[in-house]
């Protein structure tokens, strides 16, 4: 854990300050109003004269104590408030998009396992295999022109109505939900397709096992034997997969919210991104790998929870 | 050979895609209606017609040209960064499976590291410091893609180490390098090639979401994405704009998913049944 948290920071750390340019604040070479004492006691203030394992000496001290340091934007906010303001909207979006995930591939998954080679397994393969090709972004871009311009039924971007003070709690939270409706979906779909097919080909793996052979020909019958027998067994290895799954969901979080204008930490990260605001990036490519981290450490643990053979084994 | 490809028909579908679209991407020039870069002030946003099979953009530049065009950039991107990728996932994960021990568990440990991050966050921040020209999206694609290849060498590499075969070399004092690339190498091809063919899905799939947002191949130069991001911003005139190279995208990365498949299915004969 230690070391790989090290490394995070030493690779979001390089990754930033091995680029070639500086920051906007400091880039002001053609700008005629700032001579270049005023340059250097920019770099100055902002540490950037010193050299490289002196910064990041600095950033790593103030980081173990959770300061990220302040933005180089206008505002000159602390980077840890940019980001917790702007973090809901995202672990919103991507926790609805696991969930969705979960409950629509699993399902789909397990009957088309069970039904192989049917009418049905072929038509969720061809929606997988599309599933997988379709650019995400293409699929919102036409959800938007489909739903949202043509047919009016759902609000194609930003969280909230205009009207959002005018209305009751109620009516707020279903506001809300239809806003978040496109953008879940459109996060969702490229695990939704690699989950149930994942789902699936475990299945299979499982049924062909020599424990259900036995089961089979003692005359379990088929239902038992697919939903009791098998089905907990194939669900283990897609806790790992969830996990996995994660640094996928927080990166696509960028299109996603540039696509529907929703003020999440993608879009912010895509804004710090394109005005050089070093310590907002290295801040947010951190905490999109710590929760990645902490992400795989909840499978991992879960996986050793699910599985008795690791339960019972680690007591011995 | 048509034995093969009657046993695995997505080898069959999958392939004639790749190969149409790649034919189109070289012929082009040859192909091309119109120059894609040339402005026709007087056809601009025309919808699609017999003149403009693919009809016009914003600079009355023929869509259907800059398509074929587009081909070529994004599969170019496609071809290189997977090239990069292989090449650093392949010496990666050779060392590491082939010598084992330290040297094997420090290399697994920084490849789980780089696993840790947002790729997407990692290529965005770098391609907006290094201004998106074509050669340094190939290489960021390349330089964040290579873990897979890297895990999966090692695991061949690792599980051929043991074999007698590879043993008999060693005694006869084969040296490492030529070990690796003589004997283990050529075993452990097929799923490094379905690796390779899955990647460039991935990477022109990469290069479309990066131009979507504005850093992928730059205009005038056609990419698919960079099309489909004019028509992002005249979506409520011009669906023409964003439908077609959509479904360019769509079935150049299909194309190459179920090639990709196929190959599995025929090179892993346990999936075989």
């Not at chain 1, 104590?65 to 840890?80: E, P, T």
Request: glycine fraction near 10%; charged fraction near 15%; charge should be neutral.
């Amino acid at each position: 854990m230690i070391p790989l948290l090290f490394g995070i920071t030493m690779i979001s750390f390089g990754m930033m300050h091995l680029a070639p340019g500086e920051p906007s604040v400091v880039g002001q070479e053609f700008n005629p109003k700032v001579s270049s004492q005023d340059i250097e006691r920019l770099r100055s203030y902002y540490g950037l004269d010193q050299p490289l394992y002196v910064q990041y000496w600095h950033w790593l001290k103030k980081l173990a104590v959770l300061d990220f340091g302040q933005s180089f934007s206008a505002d000159g906010r602390a980077v840890l408030d940019k980001i917790a303001e702007r973090i809901p909207v995202t672990l919103w979006i991507n926790v609805l998009a696991m969930l969705l995930i979960i409950a629509i591939a699993i399902p789909i998954g397990v009957a088309s396992a069970v039904r192989r080679d049917s009418w049905f397994d072929k038509g969720m393969t061809l929606f997988v295999f599309v599933g997988f090709a379709i650019p995400s972004f293409w699929l919102g871009l036409l959800l938007m022109i489909g739903l949202g311009v043509n047919l009016n039924w759902l609000p194609i971007s930003g969280l909230h109505d205009y009207s959002w003070h005018q209305m009751g709690f109620w009516q707020q939270q279903q506001d809300m939900l239809k806003h978040l409706i496109m953008p879940v979906f459109i996060s969702a779909i490229g695990g939704l397709a690699g989950m149930s097919r994942f789902m699936r080909s475990g299945m299979l793996d499982v049924i062909r096992a020599d424990y259900i052979t036995t089961a089979r020909a003692m005359g379990v019958s088929e239902r038992d034997i697919h939903y009791r027998l098998a089905l907990k067994n194939a669900l283990l290895p897609i806790i790992t997969l969830l996990g996995l799954s994660i640094p996928g969901l927080i990166g696509g979080s960028v299109i996603v919210e540039q696509l529907f204008s929703l003020p999440g930490m993608g879009q912010l990260f895509y804004e710090s991104v394109l005005s050089r605001d070093y310590p907002l990036v290295m801040g947010i490519t951190v905490i999109g790998a710590v929760l990645t981290l902490l992400g795989n450490l909840v499978a991992d643990l879960s996986y050793a929870w699910a599985d008795p053979r690791i339960r019972h084994g680690n007591r011995s | 050979m048509i034995g093969i490809l009657r046993q695995h028909p997505l080898i069959l579908v999958g392939g004639s895609i790749v190969a149409s679209v790649a034919l189109l991407a070289l012929l082009a020039p040859w192909i091309a209606p119109y120059d894609p870069t040339d402005i026709d002030v007087s056809v601009i946003l025309m919808p699609p017609s017999w003149q403009h099979w693919c009809g016009t953009d914003t600079l009355g530049r023929d869509v259907f040209s800059r398509m074929l065009f587009g081909a070529r950039v994004s599969l170019a991107v496609g071809f290189v960064a997977v090239g990069i990728s292989m090449l650093v996932g392949l010496v990666l994960g050779a060392v590491a499976g082939y010598f084992g021990g330290r040297i094997d568990a420090l290399l697994m440990r920084a490849t789980d590291m780089v696993l840790c991050f947002p790729t997407f966050f990692l290529i965005l921040a770098v391609i907006a410091f290094l201004e998106p020209s074509i050669w340094n999206i190939m290489i960021v694609i390349g330089l964040t893609s290579w873990m897979g290849v890297a895990r999966l060498v090692r695991a061949e590499f690792l599980s051929l180490s043991g074999r007698e075969f590879v043993l008999a070399a060693q005694s006869l004092g084969v040296a490492p390098v030529r070990m690796m690339w003589r004997y283990l190498l050529p075993n452990a091809m097929g799923p490094i090639l379905v690796s390779a063919i899955l990647g460039v899905a991935g990477a022109v799939l990469v290069e479309s979401g990066l131009s979507f947002l504005g850093l992928g191949v730059q205009p005038p130069n056609p990419s698919w994405g960079n099309i489909l991001t004019d028509g992002k911003d005249n979506i409520q005139i011009a669906w023409w704009l964003s439908v077609y190279p959509g479904m360019a995208i769509l079935t150049t990365v299909l194309g190459y998913n179920l090639l990709g498949e196929g190959l599995r299915d025929y090179f892993d004969p346990k999936l075989r049944s």
